[in-house]
């Protein structure tokens, strides 16, 4: 971009940044979409949308800020420039990640968790951007270093991060960018050797014994920097992988460093003496007039070389000799303290505390060192900064509240310790979420048992995520859910979106789940968000087990769906792998109370009625458990404003002989008072009237119509076939109870009946003795 000012430059680069992040955040929130709303992948996705937007914003300001910025110097320029190649870098890749998963329809946690896995990358490089933003408007050198040192600990996490990234998106990794200024022209020294040779005060190169430069045999060398990974069992060896991405990056943040801050030649040899623990070494070389607070090559003091390599009598004699306690490294800019508490040296920790080192001190953008600690170092030196004062509520220039980084990595040593000594409960993460809710989302069963040990609040909306209560359902951790419970935690406790966590059990599938929160008095009748019951969201998903333990527990029988059918119905039409728990859910509900007689819609569809619709579709078992359960199969529903129908009716005129066989079994013989008409008379006339035989036979069979009737209307409505059956089997006797004329609800003795109800021609056609046929054919 020639021609293009600089300043301008980095802020189009920024800008970019906040473009591409913005849109990742949106990807992020559709992709939580996808995901089963409520569970824990889902929540920590829209958690991980609000982190890359914020890094968005953050971005977008510091362009701003660029845009006006006339005075940078270049370091400052080309140090801005490279972190914003590693946003896009991260960027970049994660955004081919995530349209992928986008594409390919991922929901699965394990498909989803390397995107939740980055969330403190993403954080890191908030911080970093927050801390350009006040680069940007520092003018004097000092202050710029500082800062620079200040996020070197943070530009190592990153480097850290950013490595193990690289390796799970293969790729060139990019370039450090070579200085477009020659480093012996930027003021960068050369290292010591060269420097001493050259200069008129140096030391001799084989300096007398009186100076102690050479050690004796039974000082043994060792390395200038002592490797820390050794106090956690990690290789000596960096590994390969914290290479990757930002290779060659801290070296050049190392070679503005030194032009900010030259080396001075005593320094390096003075710091070498401090590491072996070579007190004469270190006297001769004081005598020769070395900084004891200068900085050697690493940007470590004197006094900080031999705090790494655990030299407590050369930190003795350097404190005695007016070493600063408080001079920082230049690059790390931690205190001499923190580099022993990390090292996990108690001896060098509590030689630095009796001389006065200040447990408290932060680092240049207000993040106290005691947060580093306890995120790295022993249990023993958190313990004694504590002691002498730390505070266990530290919170970092973010909002990232010490005992939350400590249960955020399942530290529960820690933890208790931080509680021990003061931290505050009620501490939060920066999107909101409270310990307990952080702890439930690891699944670690004892740090939410010391949590509310002391005194966690287990009803506590977790953020973004709910309730803990919710949060351990979505997880599907039996333990946790019993843990919570068995603390107070509210049964009827919410979700992120404000459905109970009942609807979220049901939905799990768990059996286990749904028992423990209905017997802790969650409420049966819960809705979801939509306003559907879960007795009906149970039998929509085809858990009828859970629906019968809702109906156990005073789920109400009554409801309906949102168009207003009736639940009979729609566990009817419902449909389900095991037929036969439908029975037994049907059975339950009419024994708890539904009405199998109630229709929604004041007309237009019979089969909207339990028993209509099972007639309708064959459902004959269902038909015979409505009708034991009350279900009337006369009542009439108009299936258009003037044509009244009954289920009754319906199975006539569709010939469904085994719904009316099972509806004639139930039929009360003694029943009377229908307003209108007696439906069963009229069913009778109709399927004679129709020579319908089965159906006429089986009411003759069980006594719903008689002989003489059935003769007369066959055949007076011409129904030929059928009048030589019936008077075929009245001639051999096959129904003598019925010939006898015994009483039924249809036809009665004459002089029983009203007048307008008795069956034309009966007397007639019994006093005459001859057949309709007969006299037809004459």
Same mark, same amino acid.
């Given at each position: 971009?020639?021609?293009?000012?600089?300043?301008?430059?980095?802020?189009?680069?920024?800008?970019?940044?906040?473009?591409?992040?913005?849109?990742?955040?949106?990807?992020?929130?559709?992709?939580?979409?996808?995901?089963?709303?409520?569970?824990? /992948?889902?929540?920590?996705?829209?958690?991980?949308?609000?982190?890359?937007?914020?890094?968005?914003?953050?971005?977008?300001?510091?362009?701003?800020?660029?845009?006006?910025?006339?005075?940078?110097?270049?370091?400052?320029?080309?140090?801005?420039?490279?972190?914003?190649?590693?946003?896009?870098?991260?960027?970049?890749?994660?955004?081919?990640?995530?349209?992928?998963?986008?594409?390919?329809?991922?929901?699965?946690?394990?498909?989803?968790?390397?995107?939740?896995?980055?969330?403190?990358?993403?954080?890191?490089?908030?911080?970093?951007?927050?801390?350009?933003?006040?680069?940007?408007?520092?003018?004097?050198?000092?202050?710029?270093?500082?800062?620079?040192?200040?996020?070197?600990?943070?530009?190592?996490?990153?480097?850290?991060?950013?490595? !193990?990234?690289?390796?799970?998106?293969?790729?060139?990794?990019?370039?450090?960018?070579?200085?477009?200024?020659?480093?012996?022209?930027?003021?960068?020294?050369?290292?010591?050797?060269?420097?001493?040779?050259?200069?008129?005060?140096?030391?001799?190169?084989?300096?007398?014994?009186?100076?102690?430069?050479?050690?004796?045999?039974?000082?043994?060398?060792?390395?200038?920097?002592?490797?820390?990974?050794?106090?956690?069992?990690?290789?000596?060896?960096?590994?390969?992988?914290?290479?990757?991405?930002?290779?060659?990056?801290?070296?050049?943040?190392?070679?503005?460093?030194?032009?900010?801050?030259?080396?001075?030649?005593?320094?390096?040899?003075?710091?070498?003496?401090?590491?072996?623990?070579?007190?004469?070494?270190?006297?001769?070389?004081?005598?020769?007039?070395?900084?004891?607070?200068?900085?050697?090559?690493?940007?470590?003091?004197?006094?900080?070389?031999?705090?790494?390599?655990?030299?407590?009598?050369?930190?003795?004699?350097?404190?005695?000799?007016?070493?600063?306690?408080?001079?920082?490294?230049?690059?790390?800019?931690?205190?001499?303290?923190?580099?022993?508490?990390?090292?996990?040296?108690?001896?060098?920790?509590?030689?630095?505390?009796?001389?006065?080192?200040?447990?408290?001190?932060?680092?240049?953008?207000?993040?106290?060192?005691?947060?580093?600690?306890? !995120?790295?170092?022993?249990?023993?030196?958190?313990?004694?900064?504590?002691?002498?004062?730390?505070?266990?509520?530290?919170?970092?220039?973010?909002?990232?509240?010490?005992?939350?980084?400590?249960?955020?990595?399942?530290?529960?040593?820690?933890?208790?310790?931080?509680?021990?000594?003061?931290?505050?409960?009620?501490?939060?993460?920066?999107?909101?979420?409270?310990?307990?809710?952080?702890?439930?989302?690891?699944?670690?069963?004892?740090?939410?048992?010391?949590?509310?040990?002391?005194?966690?609040?287990?009803?506590?909306?977790?953020?973004?995520?709910?309730?803990?209560?919710?949060?351990?359902?979505?997880?599907?951790? /039996?333990?946790?859910?019993?843990?919570?419970?068995?603390?107070?935690?509210?049964?009827?406790?919410?979700?992120?979106?404000?459905?109970?966590?009942?609807?979220?059990?049901?939905?799990?599938?768990?059996?286990?789940?749904?028992?423990?929160?209905?017997?802790?008095?969650?409420?049966?009748?819960?809705?979801?968000?939509?306003?559907?019951?879960?007795?009906?969201?149970?039998?929509?998903?085809?858990?009828?087990?859970?629906?019968?333990?809702?109906?156990?527990?005073?789920?109400?029988?009554?409801?309906?769906?949102?168009?207003?059918?009736?639940?009979?119905?729609?566990?009817?039409?419902?449909?389900?792998?095991?037929?036969?728990?439908?029975?037994?859910?049907?059975?339950?509900?009419?024994?708890?109370?539904?009405?199998?007689?109630?229709?929604?819609?004041?007309?237009?569809?019979?089969?909207?009625?339990?028993?209509?619709?099972?007639?309708?579709?064959?459902?004959?078992?269902?038909?015979?458990?409505?009708?034991?359960?009350?279900?009337?199969?006369?009542?009439?529903?108009?299936?258009?404003?003037?044509?009244?129908?009954?289920?009754?009716?319906?199975?006539?005129?569709?010939?469904?002989?085994?719904?009316?066989?099972?509806?004639?079994?139930?039929?009360?013989?003694?029943?009377?008072?229908?307003?209108?008409?007696?439906?069963?008379?009229?069913?009778?006339?109709?399927?004679?009237?129709?020579?319908?035989?089965?159906?006429?036979?089986?009411?003759?069979?069980?006594?719903?119509?008689?002989?003489?009737?059935?003769?007369?209307?066959?055949?007076?409505?011409?129904?030929?076939?059928?009048?030589?059956?019936?008077?075929?089997?009245?001639?051999?006797?096959?129904?003598?109870?019925?010939?006898?004329?015994?009483?039924?609800?249809?036809?009665?003795?004459?002089?029983?009946?009203?007048?307008?109800?008795?069956?034309?021609?009966?007397?007639?056609?019994?006093?005459?003795?001859?057949?309709?046929?007969?006299?037809?054919?004459?």
């Amino acid at each position: 971009m020639e021609g293009v000012p600089p300043g301008i430059q980095l802020s189009s680069q920024c800008s970019t940044v906040s473009n591409r992040s913005a849109q990742l955040s949106i990807g992020f929130d559709k992709l939580a979409a996808q995901t089963n709303a409520g569970s824990l /992948i889902h929540d920590e996705l829209r958690e991980l949308a609000s982190i890359v937007s914020a890094l968005s914003q953050g971005a977008e300001e510091l362009s701003a800020n660029l845009a006006s910025a006339n005075n940078l110097r270049e370091q400052v320029r080309r140090q801005i420039s490279l972190s914003m190649s590693s946003c896009e870098l991260l960027v970049g890749g994660v955004t081919t990640d995530l349209e992928a998963a986008l594409s390919a329809s991922a929901r699965e946690q394990s498909e989803l968790q390397p995107f939740t896995d980055a969330a403190e990358l993403w954080r890191l490089h908030i911080e970093m951007v927050f801390a350009f933003q006040d680069i940007v408007h520092l003018e004097d050198v000092d202050q710029q270093q500082g800062v620079f040192a200040a996020l070197e600990t943070k530009l190592e996490d990153i480097e850290r991060l950013m490595a !193990e990234f690289h390796l799970s998106h293969p790729g060139p990794a990019p370039a450090a960018p070579e200085p477009s200024i020659p480093l012996e022209k930027q003021g960068v020294l050369p290292d010591y050797d060269t420097a001493v040779a050259s200069s008129s005060t140096h030391v001799a190169t084989t300096p007398s014994s009186d100076v102690g430069y050479q050690h004796d045999n039974a000082q043994q060398e060792v390395p200038l920097y002592h490797d820390l990974s050794q106090r956690k069992g990690k290789s000596k060896a960096k590994s390969a992988r914290a290479k990757g991405v930002f290779g060659g990056f801290n070296n050049i943040f190392k070679t503005l460093s030194s032009k900010i801050n030259p080396i001075e030649p005593l320094v390096t040899p003075l710091c070498h003496a401090a590491a072996i623990g070579n007190i004469p070494q270190i006297k001769g070389l004081l005598g020769e007039g070395a900084n004891i607070n200068g900085h050697n090559e690493k940007g470590y003091t004197p006094l900080i070389s031999a705090i790494l390599a655990n030299r407590l009598e050369a930190v003795n004699f350097l404190i005695d000799n007016y070493a600063k306690i408080s001079t920082k490294d230049s690059t790390k800019n931690m205190p001499p303290l923190f580099h022993a508490a990390e090292a996990g040296y108690t001896d060098i920790l509590k030689v630095l505390l009796s001389h006065g080192a200040d447990p408290k001190a932060s680092n240049t953008i207000g993040t106290p060192h005691f947060i580093g600690t306890v !995120e790295k170092a022993p249990l023993a030196s958190v313990a004694l900064l504590l002691e002498h004062g730390a505070d266990p509520n530290a919170v970092s220039a973010v909002g990232r509240h010490v005992l939350v980084a400590a249960v955020q990595r399942k530290d529960l040593p820690a933890v208790r310790l931080l509680l021990d000594h003061g931290a505050k409960i009620s501490a939060t993460n920066f999107t909101g979420q409270p310990l307990l809710g952080v702890a439930v989302a690891n699944k670690q069963l004892d740090m939410v048992k010391l949590l509310i040990d002391n005194g966690a609040d287990v009803n506590a909306r977790a953020g973004a995520n709910g309730c803990p209560l919710s949060m351990a359902v979505n997880s599907g951790n /039996i333990d946790l859910l019993r843990l919570l419970l068995a603390s107070n935690a509210n049964p009827d406790g919410k979700d992120v979106k404000s459905a109970p966590v009942l609807v979220n059990a049901i939905s799990s599938g768990s059996l286990e789940m749904v028992t423990m929160l209905l017997e802790a008095g969650a409420d049966a009748d819960s809705r979801d968000i939509t306003g559907r019951a879960v007795l009906l969201l149970a039998v929509q998903q085809d858990k009828l087990h859970i629906a019968r333990l809702l109906l156990e527990h005073g789920a109400a029988a009554t409801i309906s769906n949102h168009s207003g059918t009736h639940f009979l119905t729609v566990v009817a039409k419902q449909p389900v792998s095991n037929e036969g728990e439908k029975l037994e859910l049907m059975r339950l509900l009419l024994k708890a109370g539904a009405n199998p007689n109630k229709h929604s819609l004041p007309w237009g569809y019979l089969s909207n009625m339990p028993l209509g619709h099972c007639i309708k579709h064959d459902k004959i078992e269902l038909v015979r458990v409505l009708v034991e359960g009350g279900a009337d199969p006369h009542i009439t529903v108009a299936a258009s404003p003037h044509s009244p129908k009954s289920p009754f009716e319906y199975a006539l005129n569709h010939d469904k002989v085994d719904a009316m066989r099972i509806m004639l079994e139930y039929q009360d013989r003694d029943k009377k008072g229908y307003k209108e008409r007696d439906p069963l008379k009229a069913a009778f006339s109709k399927a004679v009237e129709t020579g319908k035989r089965e159906i006429v036979d089986m009411f003759l069979d069980q006594g719903f119509g008689t002989w003489d009737q059935a003769i007369f209307l066959a055949g007076t409505s011409g129904q030929r076939e059928l009048l030589v059956a019936l008077e075929q089997r009245q001639a051999t006797g096959s129904r003598r109870a019925s010939q006898a004329g015994s009483s039924t609800k249809l036809a009665e003795p004459s002089g029983s009946q009203d007048a307008d109800e008795a069956p034309p021609a009966y007397g007639s056609r019994r006093s005459t003795g001859h057949s309709i046929l007969t006299q037809t054919d004459h």
